[in-house]
């Protein structure tokens, strides 16, 4: 009886190594060094707009087709970064974005979109501001050929379910609301 619990116990703890060494393996192949190679491992074809890098967490937003712009966050794991899901929806064609219009959702916890005229105009949500990124930030070549010119991304992003209630365009130096839009 002795020898068939140690038996029962030596085949549990091989499975148990088994099954670590196997979820290892899989981590390992589908994290990257750095989270550039991350996004690029699910399509190489993105252009990448980088906001941020804090610790193990990375923020990029990013245009596909052309068309679509999206967001992604990128977490830095045991074995290097793996990427999150990425989502995207569509860009105004004309790219006018005077107004807030078409912007996006990523999971709970973040809101973007564009704007034109970014450092003259603030974007709230829920009375906080949101972060801005010039998109002039990218070259010269790929603002024109993605036809980026006069463009900011503005996003807010909250650890917490966000529950928005209210989106707000705001002149910067007067605090005038442009445009107000409940959600």
Not at 40 to 58: C, F, N, T, V
Not at 105 to 121: A, F, K, S, T
């Amino acid at each position: 009886m002795k020898n068939s619990s140690i038996l029962k116990y030596v085949v549990l703890l091989m499975v148990v190594i088994t099954l670590i060494v196997t979820w290892a393996y899989v981590e390992d192949q589908d994290s990257y060094s750095d989270p550039v190679k991350a996004i690029e491992a699910i399509d190489k074809e993105l252009l990448l707009i980088p906001a941020y890098q804090l610790g193990d967490k990375s923020l990029y937003f990013f245009i596909k087709d052309k068309n679509n712009l999206g967001a992604t966050i990128v977490r830095k794991g045991i074995f290097g970064w793996k990427s999150g899901m990425l989502t995207w929806g569509p860009l105004d064609s004309k790219r006018e974005y005077e107004m807030l219009e078409g912007f996006h959702g990523h999971g709970e916890g973040l809101v973007y979109g564009l704007i034109r005229n970014g450092d003259e105009r603030v974007v709230t949500v829920d009375d906080q501001e949101a972060q801005v990124l010039n998109l002039a930030m990218l070259p010269p070549s790929v603002v024109k050929k993605y036809n980026l010119e006069g463009l900011y991304l503005w996003y807010f992003e909250s650890d917490n379910n966000l529950n928005h209630e209210q989106v707000k365009l705001l002149r910067k130096n007067t605090q005038e609301i442009i445009q107000s839009i409940d959600l």
